[in-house]
């Protein structure tokens, strides 16, 4: 007979965070849809023109800078989908809320304000310091 594999149980004080964190989630995934519909919609737009008439390269810049805009929203949106990920990943784990460099415990008030924070506010000004 197969062994049972324990499932861990989720602290609950952590159950508000998971559920931001889901919320968070299904945002920004709604928002990537968004995205592709848009540049999706957008490239048809264009795609269909058989008037013959050249585009003005102003038109074409601008569109250009529209689907470089958009790339970059999607780009942060996945990063920030990561994050949102790893965060839940550590309250399965049961270290949710242990900041990454000093293992000391993040805020509750950070957490509340980023769940997907991965360090102290202390840390993190750290990081961004040595970023500079």
């Not at 945002?27 to 795609?47: F, K, P, T, V």
């Not at 399965?92 to 991965?118: D, M, N, Q």
């Amino acid at each position: 007979m197969p062994a049972k594999v324990k499932k861990k149980k989720i602290n609950p004080k952590f159950e508000i965070y998971r559920k931001l964190l889901l919320k968070t989630k299904e945002q920004i995934l709604g928002d990537i849809h968004h995205l592709a519909d848009e540049n999706a919609g957008s490239a048809n737009d264009r795609g269909g023109d058989v008037s013959g008439h050249a585009l003005h390269m102003a038109d074409v810049a601008t569109d250009m800078y529209d689907r470089e805009f958009a790339l970059g929203l999607a780009a942060n949106d996945r990063d920030l989908l990561s994050r949102i990920n790893q965060a839940m990943a550590r309250i399965e784990e049961g270290t949710y809320g242990i900041c990454l460099e000093c293992k000391k415990s993040i805020t509750a008030t950070r957490l509340k304000a980023l769940p997907h924070a991965r360090t102290c506010l202390k840390c993190q000004q750290k990081l961004e310091s040595r970023r500079r």
